[in-house]
């Protein structure tokens, strides 16, 4: 994910000169459109420098969802219901954010585990039916 | 917020001392029954490590939406890290057209959702700091006098859980909680510009019907809100309803003659129906006020004055 960086700048020319191009040859009606977004924010400032972000953002989360094992066909489509805050939020700090998957049952079974070995060991004695021998 | 909710409990109690009607508490000044449970939310058993999938879908269907965890694991489940993250619960919720909407983080805003029927989806850590174990449930109870809250967790379908064990799992996890409902439903709770924001990335996602809704709802609560009437207008240019963007637009102009914005908006869609005089007259307005929106509406004025010469030239008259 982080190689990207490296790629920024040449991407970021690549972006701009594609905007310039296609904004020259197609005089799109709706370009010119505020968003109901920029109006909340009241911040409409450098929106292409803003689309670049995204678009890099947008290529580390695509790296990362495959990266966890999202099956290839799904990810355009999670990708594509994220917002700009939500991308840039995941394409920095996707492997620290919780990853929420707990079975309650299996981490009772975890902690039983954990503590019939340190019963065994006798580091603990929690459980009656862990014997052990008088030395 | 613990004590909060004690005192509000106390006063009340004194101030019904001896006199037997409706039991109800106020919380943050609203009057709430002092208990409520969601009954008809549906439960859906968790397969291993799918907590967030079973939970979401609980909350979805309870908004009507027809949905089983299985689908969903496709949208929000991460195998390699055996979980779900909280923005992906969120663009889930988008995905099926209801308007996720993330509280306020305290116990109050939670009784409040539920007293109004809105499950509440919580993210909770039952392990410790630093040895976290991240599981989302399904709030869908309280009761003030037994101090509990009533969950859909895991593999139970009626989880009793004391206010003070919940508080120390949900505080681990930062006291995160989300609303889904329907578009045409406010949360009890929702707090104007971050209603909107939420909103506005359902516009975005390229879904305007639902965002209309969503803003009209919107309206009816605050019906001088801004935000919420470009939202809705937006979104009307959105689905190629002109008549109504227009009639929005000017609506708000009406109460705020200076917004750039507005006024850049409405031009391009007084352009897309080739009415270039007034068209030209309202971007003519936008780029005179200046402000954050100018480089957009210089682009605006400098487009309608092109298509407008091209309109009017001999070639492409009819």
């Not at chain 2, 909407?101 to 007293?115: G, K, Q, W």
């Not at chain 2, 506005?200 to 919107?218: F, I, N, Q, W």
Request: charged fraction near 20%; include cysteine.
């Amino acid at each position: 994910m982080k190689v990207l960086r490296q790629w920024a700048a040449p991407l970021a020319g690549y972006v701009i000169v594609s905007v310039l191009f296609f904004s020259l040859q197609v005089p799109t009606a709706n370009a010119a459109m505020v968003t109901t977004d920029a109006l909340l924010r009241s911040a409409q400032v450098q929106q292409d420098r803003l689309n670049i972000e995204a678009a890099l953002d947008r290529a580390d989360v695509h790296d990362a969802l495959a990266g966890y094992g999202v099956d290839p066909t799904q990810i355009q489509a999670r990708l594509d219901a994220l917002s700009d805050d939500e991308l840039h939020a995941l394409a920095t700090n996707i492997d620290n954010l919780p990853a929420a998957g707990t079975d309650p049952l299996s981490f009772l079974l975890f902690i039983f585990i954990v503590l019939l070995i340190t019963d065994i060991l006798g580091f603990t004695q929690v459980f009656p039916f862990v014997k052990h021998r008088a030395r | 917020m613990r004590n909060s909710v004690a005192a509000a409990l106390i006063l009340v109690q004194a101030a019904l001392a001896g006199c037997a009607s409706v039991p109800t508490v106020r919380i943050d000044d609203v009057a709430v029954p002092r208990s409520h449970e969601i009954t008809d939310v549906a439960f859906f058993p968790q397969e291993d490590y799918q907590c967030g999938p079973a939970s979401l879908a609980e909350v979805l269907s309870h908004a009507g939406v027809d949905v089983q965890p299985e689908q969903l694991v496709s949208e929000v489940f991460l195998p390699e890290r055996k979980g779900s993250l909280q923005i992906e619960m969120v663009a889930a919720a988008r995905r099926h057209e209801r308007i996720p909407y993330v509280l306020e983080r305290n116990r109050e805003t939670v009784i409040r959702e539920i007293a109004a029927g809105h499950p509440v989806l919580v993210l909770q850590n039952l392990g410790l700091g630093w040895l976290p174990v991240w599981h989302y449930a399904v709030v869908v109870g309280y009761d003030l006098d037994r101090q509990e809250f009533v969950l859909r967790s895991g593999r139970e379908s009626r989880l009793a859980t004391e206010f003070s064990v919940f508080e120390r799992t949900w505080q681990r996890a930062d006291h995160w909680a989300m609303v889904s409902l329907a578009p045409d439903r406010l949360p009890a709770t929702a707090v104007e510009q971050n209603f909107l924001i939420t909103v506005a990335a359902v516009e975005r996602l390229g879904k305007p019907g639902v965002a209309a809704r969503a803003y009209m709802a919107a309206l009816e609560k605050w019906p001088e809100s801004i935000g919420a009437r470009f939202g809705l207008a937006n979104a009307s240019y959105a689905s190629g309803n002109l008549a109504a963007a227009e009639e929005n637009y000017r609506e708000i102009l009406r109460a705020d003659a200076d917004n750039a914005a507005v006024w850049n908006n409405l031009a391009q869609v007084l352009a897309d129906q080739h009415r270039w005089t007034e068209a030209e007259t309202a971007a003519q307005t936008a780029v005179g006020l200046g402000g954050d929106v100018a480089p957009t509406s210089r682009q605006t004025l400098m487009e309608i004055q092109r298509n407008a010469a091209q309109a009017s030239s001999p070639q492409a008259s009819p």
